[in-house]
């Protein structure tokens, strides 16, 4: 089945990243302290700092979540977009693959 609602798609790489032994954290920022363009969830996995930013199928991220993502892939983290939780399996099998 196909999930459409981002909170589907977030539960979904939440309990994926779960799973495999990693540690996902939800962010939800919100009053005078949060900062512009943090992906949704910050993820620990095989020691990287992962960043993935969550969107609906068909949607895509907006400038400054970009800039956030290319932001941490500078710092020497992994920040990227998804739409499913293929991409999500991807980019950690990858981070995997490198250890």
């Not at 609906?56 to 979540?65: A, H, V």
């Not at 800039?67 to 499913?84: E, M, R, S, V, Y």
Request: hydrophobic share 35%.
């Amino acid at each position: 089945m196909k999930q459409h609602k981002e909170q589907d798609i977030q539960t979904s790489i939440i309990n994926y990243v779960r799973s495999i032994g990693g540690l996902p954290i939800k962010q939800n920022q919100i009053g005078i302290y949060a900062q512009a363009g943090v992906p949704d969830l910050l993820v620990c996995y095989y020691g990287r700092f992962v960043g993935i930013e969550v969107k609906r199928p068909g949607q895509k991220p907006k400038p400054i979540q970009n800039a956030f993502l290319d932001a941490i892939n500078k710092a020497g983290g992994i920040g990227f977009w998804a739409d499913n939780l293929d991409i999500v399996k991807e980019k950690l099998s990858e981070i995997k693959k490198s250890n």
